[in-house]
Nanobody, 124 residues
Framework: QVQLVESGGGLVQAGGSLRLSCAAS????????MGWFRQAPGKEREFVAT????????YYADSVKGRFTISRDNAKKTVFLQMNSLKPEDTAVYYC?????????????????WGQGTQVTVSS
């Protein structure tokens, strides 16, 4: 089992940047593929980005491609989401998630463990 804690959210103006972190504890972090999801008010949770165990493969939602970058540091048991050129429509609670199966996963049902989320608000 793994416990996940997100941090780094906040309020930023449109065009700005934020870097989210997700720190893991428990079972070996490198055993999990990781993902970021987000949920805006009144909307369903949606996929943002994912990264395989080694970090060699990443995949992004079209809405964030070219603006967001997912990365991980297995030694520090942390996954990151660098968010640049932020837009008001990026406003949401951002969640990190871990999955045992080492492959690209875009559905939240494919993930086994979740953090509590961190709020990102982008003002226009």
């Amino acid at each position: 089992q793994v416990q996940l804690v997100e941090s780094g959210g906040g309020l930023v103006q449109a065009g700005g940047s934020l870097r989210l972190s997700c720190a893991a504890s428990g079972r070996a972090f490198s055993s999990y593929a990781m993902g970021w999801f987000r949920q805006a008010p009144g909307k369903e949770r949606e996929f943002v980005a994912t990264i395989t165990r080694s970090g060699s493969i990443t995949y992004y939602a079209d809405s964030v491609k070219g603006r967001f970058t997912i990365s991980r540091d297995n030694a520090k048991k942390t996954v990151f989401l660098q968010m640049n050129s932020l837009k008001p429509e990026d406003t949401a609670v951002y969640y990190c998630a871990a999955r045992i199966y080492d492959a690209i996963g875009v559905r939240d049902s494919e993930y086994n463990y979740w953090g509590q989320g961190t709020q990102v608000t982008v003002s226009s």
